[in-house]
Structure formats: C-alpha cells, structure tokens
C-alpha cells in the first residue's frame, strides 16, 4: 500500500497540464465574479434601502410613467405633483427617484408623518435640521399638504425644508394647488405664514404639474 509519505513525494514533480492550468484559472475568475457579483448587489440594495422609498415602489421606473418622466425632464429643479388621490402621484414620484438612485445619486423618501417624525428626533437630538433635509440630491415629500394637519408644527417644517432644499431638486406630492396650500397655511398657522413658504415652492419647482386621472387604487394598483 502506497503511504502518505510516497504520495507526496510522487506529486513533488507533477507539472499541471495547459487545460488543468486553463481550468483552474476559470474557476477562479467564477468564483471572483460571483463574490463581486454578491457584493454589488448587497451595495445596490443597502443604497436603494437608504432611499426610504417603500419596500412596494422600488421596482417603479420612469420609462412609460409621463409624471415620472416629467419630474426627470425638469432637474434640476423640483416638482409639484398635485392631484386627486389615488392617481398614481406617488407612484410617479418614487419612479423618477429610484432612476436617480440607480444612477448613483443620492435620494430620500418621506411621507409627511416621516417628516414630523423625523423633525422631533432631529429636535431632541440636537441635530442640524437644515443638514438633514439638504443632504439628499433629489428629496421626495410624499403627501406634503398633510404636514398641515399638524398646525403650527406641520407648517414649521414646511418652511424648513423649502428653506434648506434652495437650488436642489424636491418632488412634492399633494391632493392640493399653491392656491390651496396658501390657504391651508393660513387657516393652520395664520396670516403671513404661506408667502415664504409658498414662494420658496413655486420658485423652485415652477408651475405645479396637475396630475389627472382615474383612482387607480379601485382597480387594484400596487
């Protein structure tokens, strides 16, 4: 029987041949694409993660979406998406922001309870407020005439991020006009409120884009 020994002194002047050599250096480069492979796809999911762009919408894209398309054709300023419910305003929103984010731009989602949220940690922590809401390139406020609903507060952070967003891009998403907003401001923190804020928005984003349609949630829209 042949020992451990004789073995490995048997193999001490094996010479692999050419298609051996060939073989081993393709399963590597395999194995080293599929590690890159593994390690681009867990990037592409933590960045898309981070765009806080529901779970349900990150498959959305611009191409065949006209408002998505639109938002897109008007960078880099911002956008007004206003509209009934159900119409497809956030679908389109959130379409143009994840073809940024698979371009590599820096995006955020944020419905208005995320925003009221996320200020009263920024609050309590101390935190720069300005910073926040400037980071992102695009910034989608989904749902924007709900802040009023808080009063005062709602309308605190409206300002602060028309504010901070000067000269970058915003979508906004609302079931109202500016003229509406206007009035919404007022009747929720008072005279003199809505022009700076409102200002702020229609100098940034231009006419608002009035989205038309049927509710597509009655016909099973996701």
Not at 7 to 17: E, I, T, V
Not at 69 to 97: F, Q, V, Y
Not at 180 to 189: D, F, K, Q, R
Request: aromatic residues 6%; charged residues 25%; glycine residues 10%.
């Amino acid at each position: 029987m042949q020992t451990l020994a004789s073995s490995f002194s048997s193999l001490r002047g094996y010479q692999p041949s050419e298609a051996e050599r060939a073989a081993n250096a393709a399963a590597i480069e395999r194995n080293r694409a599929a590690v890159e492979a593994r390690h681009d796809a867990e990037l592409a999911r933590c960045r898309l993660a981070r765009t806080r762009v529901p779970a349900g919408y990150r498959t959305a894209r611009a191409e065949g979406n006209a408002w998505a398309c639109a938002i897109l054709d008007r960078l880099p300023r911002g956008t007004w998406l206003c509209g009934a419910s159900g119409i497809g305003k956030t679908h389109a929103a959130c379409a143009a922001a994840m073809e940024l984010a698979l371009r590599g731009e820096r995006v955020r989602f944020v419905t208005a309870e995320q925003v009221l949220a996320d200020a009263r940690s920024l609050r309590d922590e101390g935190a720069d407020v300005r910073a926040w809401w400037a980071a992102p390139y695009l910034l989608v406020v989904d749902d924007a005439d709900k802040l009023l609903e808080a009063r005062g507060f709602g309308v605190a952070q409206l300002f602060a991020i028309s504010d901070a967003r000067q000269g970058m891009p915003t979508v906004w998403t609302a079931n109202v006009g500016y003229r509406e907003l206007a009035a919404g401001i007022t009747a929720a923190a008072g005279a003199g409120r809505a022009a700076p804020i409102v200002s702020r928005i229609q100098g940034a984003c231009g006419a608002a884009l009035v989205a038309t349609g049927r509710d597509l949630r009655l016909d099973g829209w996701s």
